[in-house]
């Protein structure tokens, strides 16, 4: 009867520790599988941030990156120049903070040399030109990602009026106004510029 119930204490013991045994598996069990589904979770958090930030850096360089800016040079075959305007043979956009600055070269209509330099934003106001240009200030107004509205004046008054849009690859600029030149007479002129 003692033999028995020793064995039966022994039992009991054994069943016991294979029980805690058990448990404690099933606690580092149930631990880790909630330690990997936190850490599971939290790189899944982790890339959809990093996703998202990327998302955003890339859509602010898109923005940020303004097609006109470069070095453009008159493509004459393809333009439709006013007669007696003279041309721009090199535009250059550069961009100077908030600012930017257009230098143009080119000749006028007797072939003599010009140059001039304008800077400012494209807000639509008027900002002086310095140089010898056919207009001593100029207008920029943006008019979508790709597209400046130009207004440039002579003497505070209207010269021209028009457009300058580069097209969805980059590698093309067309400027296409209606003007009034000096003797009042209208003019229109479409100048179509490469990528330099």
């Known amino acids: 009867m003692i033999v028995a119930a020793v064995r039966g204490v022994s039992d ?6 294979r ?10 069990a149930i631990d880790a599988t909630r330690y990997f589904r936190r850490y599971r979770c939290m ?22 990156a303004d097609p006109h ?34 230098t143009v070269d080119g000749v006028d209509k007797d072939g003599k040399p010009r140059h001039g330099v304008w800077m400012g934003k494209a807000d639509g106001k008027t900002y002086k030109v310095k140089g010898n240009l056919a207009w001593d200030a100029a207008a920029y107004k943006v008019v979508n990602d790709h597209t400046y509205g130009i207004t440039t004046m002579k003497g505070g008054k209207v010269f021209t009026n028009g457009e300058s849009t580069v097209s969805v690859d980059g590698k093309t600029r067309t400027v296409t106004v209606n003007g009034t030149d000096a003797d009042g007479k209208k003019f229109k002129s479409k100048a179509v510029y490469d990528k330099g």
């Open 12 to 17: 009991f013991n054994d069943v016991t520790s």
């Open 19 to 28: 029980f805690y045994e058990r448990a404690d598996q099933c606690a580092i």
């Open 43 to 64: 790189i899944k958090t982790q890339i959809a941030v990093m996703a998202l930030a990327l998302s955003f850096v890339a859509a602010g360089a898109c923005f940020a």
């Open 69 to 102: 800016m470069g070095t453009w040079k008159l493509n004459e075959a393809k333009s439709k120049l006013a007669p007696g305007m003279g041309k721009n043979n090199t535009v250059v956009y550069t961009e100077m903070k908030d600012k930017m600055e257009v």
